[in-house]
């Protein structure tokens, strides 16, 4: 019997093409044969009908989620074969708002569908559900670009992947959930700790758990794709990411190729049609059909049976990036990580700070103006 193969997809960062890939691979995998169904859980920024040229249904996971709609209701048919379609909904909050009881529920009916891959477009960033929702199968990609941002990112991501996946295995009341919470009161050595140094600690104080801990981690083959590349040595950053994860992480990531840039995506996103329709013969199209090439000759993996994400226990740790502390010693621990593995040039971290420091200076001349309407309101009102 043939297993349906989910693949999450995923990005550190918005902006850099997830929800083009996600599209065009599930009707490049409906071409070929395969029976897909592509779900937009980007909530409160669902656009994913767009990109397949879709009208927004009335039905669709929103309608779902608020109890207004079976399951089985908000799968509809797509105008290309082999491909069915589970709308977002742009007026939901964030995915990280589900509660725990519909993130399970909506696992659960994912996995019972009838069909050979299973696409999940994930919101970006690294909040728990998200990463939940990536870590439904070992095989999830993440999309990236060469900036240094993305790329940081995307380093990120995997390293709150890898935590999750402790914390999942690492039951509350084991010995190594014990250590790892004594860790967490000085977050910042944490977050910087190698986490194969951590595994070989762990190991001392809980050795049966860490097995188990270190066989899924050898079952978790995690996908990467290189987008809106320019030039090839941007190719070099996927490169660069995998050697900092295998060094840094103990993560072993498979390279499923590199995009260019191409003014046409935009083109087939104003003509409501994906690109490997509206011209299958141009450089993205072809990407993408490599990378699908790629994806249905491989193996379809799950976790151990015993891996269960649906009864994975809520902890007193917190993601890196929902505490604004936790986050900024991340990216610091991300950015040694890098300068140490040569993977981030001075000059590039100079470009990094000086972003930041736009966004800083952007954010508080925006709380500025937004002070003064304030005060002019509630002068008005005053006067009144």
Known sequence: MDFMQIIPVASGKGGVGKSLLSANLAIALGQAGKKVLLADLDLGASNLHLVIGQQSPKAGMGTYLNGQSRFEDIIIPTDYENVSFIAGDSELPGISSLRISQKNDLI???????????????????????????????????????????????????????????????????????????????????????????????????????????????????????????????????????????????????????????????????????????KPQSLIAQAIYRITEKIIHSETLVFDSEYDITQAAETSFQIASEEAEDDYNSRMSYVEDLVGSGALTASELAETIKQQQFEITRLKNENNLLKKKLVDAASQGFKM
């Open 108 to 278: 659960r009916n994912f996995t019972h569908q009838d069909v050979d891959y299973l696409i999940l477009d994930l919101g970006a960033g690294t909040h728990l559900t998200i990463l939940d929702m990536f870590l439904t199968s070992p095989q999830g990609i993440i999309v990236t670009a060469p900036t240094v941002t993305a790329t940081l990112n995307a380093y990120l991501f995997f390293k709150n992947i890898v935590f999750r996946m402790m914390y999942n295995t690492f039951r509350k009341g084991t010995p190594a959930y014990n250590y790892l919470e004594e860790l967490k009161k000085d977050t910042s050595s944490l977050q910087r700790m190698y986490i194969p140094k951590l595994i070989d600690q762990l190991e001392i104080v809980d050795p049966k758990n860490t097995a188990l801990f270190r066989s899924r981690m050898a079952e978790f083959r995690p996908r990467m794709i290189m987008n809106m590349i320019d030039d090839p040595k941007d190719a070099d950053r996927a490169q660069r990411i995998r050697h900092s994860c295998q060094e840094f992480l103990g993560l072993n990531i498979e390279h499923l190729g590199v995009i260019y840039r191409d003014a046409l995506q935009d083109k087939a996103l104003s003509s409501r049609l994906p690109v490997v329709i509206y």
